[in-house]
């Protein structure tokens, strides 16, 4: 069984920074599409960015030029390191897994528990 575990969200100021980590466990072969959505209160969840296993990313218009995803397939991590930050950016953000294959085939679309992000001062 798959599972996502996000880390390090929190609350900052305007202007901070914060990064977020999401491991991947399991017996757990390769996984095509990592990514990070968010949902802030009463928004349905969004998609932030996402990056392949061929290190194809893409961003919401929103976090561009602000944001970046990486990751480490050793590992089975993914990181999104935000700069700027905007009390807009306060939000549940949550670890998006597709297409992970392990040991019994090919899954889709699993998702962490998500961590709360807060910009305020």
């Known amino acids: 069984q798959v599972q996502l575990v996000e880390s390090g969200g929190g609350l900052v100021q305007p202007g901070g920074s914060l990064r977020l980590s999401c491991a991947a466990s399991?017996?757990?072969?390769?996984?095509?599409?990592m990514g990070w959505y968010r949902r802030a209160p009463g928004k349905q969840r969004e998609l932030v960015a996402t990056?392949?296993?061929?290190?194809?990313?893409n961003y919401a218009d929103s976090v561009k030029g602000r944001f970046t995803i990486s990751r480490d397939d050793a590992k089975n991590t993914v990181s999104l390191r935000m700069n700027s930050l905007r009390p807009e950016d306060t939000a549940v953000y949550y670890c998006n897994a597709d297409r992970v294959r392990t040991n019994l085939g090919i899954g889709y679309d699993y998702w962490g528990q998500g961590t709360q992000v807060t910009v305020s001062s």
């Open positions: 990056i392949t296993s061929n290190s194809r990313t």
């Open positions: 399991g017996n757990i072969f390769s996984i095509y599409t």
